[in-house]
């Protein structure tokens, strides 16, 4: 799952900055005369420093809260302009365990979008200043980009340890279906320590990356695996389900999924309705479907419906045809998505 980190690593730390936690909050000053780091930001090596501003119309508190997010703001671009153009290849290298289906890009996307935003520890407001005079509210936010660096590599390790535990602690003789059901957590936390490993990146006075044990790098190549070999039976419960057999067969496979009759870890039961209409000249076919997965066993892990239209100036079938595409486009992501949901 390869991400720009330029783009990446800024939203990462805008939202993470900007909700983070700034310790006590300075006496605020009023005064007519602006203290020197309004005009002149602090440059402490080892340190980072953010001023910002905001207007003041009635509340001088939500101005300088506006200030201090201003001030975050102001204290990333500096951050992000310390990182050179290669880390972009550094970062995909360290997140990339070999090529990925799209089964699993899906599943680790769903993963990561569930993922809160990591919080800077070592960042805080060191002062504010309100200018009664002009109506302006200034703040200065500080960043310790040693001590931010240590403690993100620290939880790192945390994370690191505990997933090659999780790892170690599911055997390789089970059943395909319970080894996945059994290491997606671990996923999670592969997907935490790489918005730490980012955020690390950008802090770092070194920009340095933090690299993957090769236990842990190992784990993910074998979850990955795990997701390949995943097999399921497909079954049409009525006469429009068999007609979108064939193009749901095509999808479920691009992502990764293996079809098969015997001996599947999964079963995808699904129906289909077409509703065919024509008005204006036009052909409109309205398509739906249901499906239902459930274990080997019989136990129903989850069912849902999507919907999907197709139009069309030429002919009904041209419509129908474009219907069912879309209609098992939106199954085949919901089903990957599922798979995850109901079987972590």
Known sequence: MKLKVITG???????????????SNPTKKQSSSLPDW???????????????????????????SQAQDAARVSMIQKLKVTVSGSLT??????????????????VRNVISSKIPDAQLSNLNVQENFVDEKNKVAYSLVH???????????????????SAIKLGAETASSLSTLKQVQLLVPALSLVEQREALAEQRQLVDM????????????????????????????????????????????????????RISSNNTDLNFSYAANLR?????????VFASG????SEASGRILSEFSQEAKGVSGASMAQAEHKAINALVKKLGKELAKSLLEKID
């Open 9 to 23: 690593l800024s939203t990462i730390l805008a939202a993470s900055v900007l909700l983070a936690a700034c310790g």
């Open 38 to 64: 309004v005009v002149n930001e602090p440059a402490t090596t080892g340190h980072v420093y953010g001023v910002g501003s905001a207007p003041i119309y009635v509340d001088a508190a939500k101005s300088l």
């Open 89 to 106: 290849q550094d970062t995909e290298e360290v997140r990339q365990t070999g090529k990925q289906t799209q089964l699993t890009k899906i």
């Open 143 to 161: 960043l310790d980009r040693v001590k931010a660096s240590a403690n993100l590599r620290r939880q790192i390790s945390e994370l690191d340890d």
């Open 206 to 257: 070194s920009n340095r990356t933090t690299s993957k044990p090769d236990e842990l790098v190992a784990l993910e190549k074998r979850i990955q695996a795990l997701f390949d070999q995943l097999s399921v039976s497909l079954s049409a419960d009525n006469a429009a389900g068999k007609k979108i057999r064939s193009g749901l067969t095509s999808h479920l496979t691009d992502l990764g999924l």
């Open 276 to 284: 065919p209409t024509e008005k204006s000249g036009r052909y409109y």
């Open 290 to 293: 249901q499906v239902k997965i």
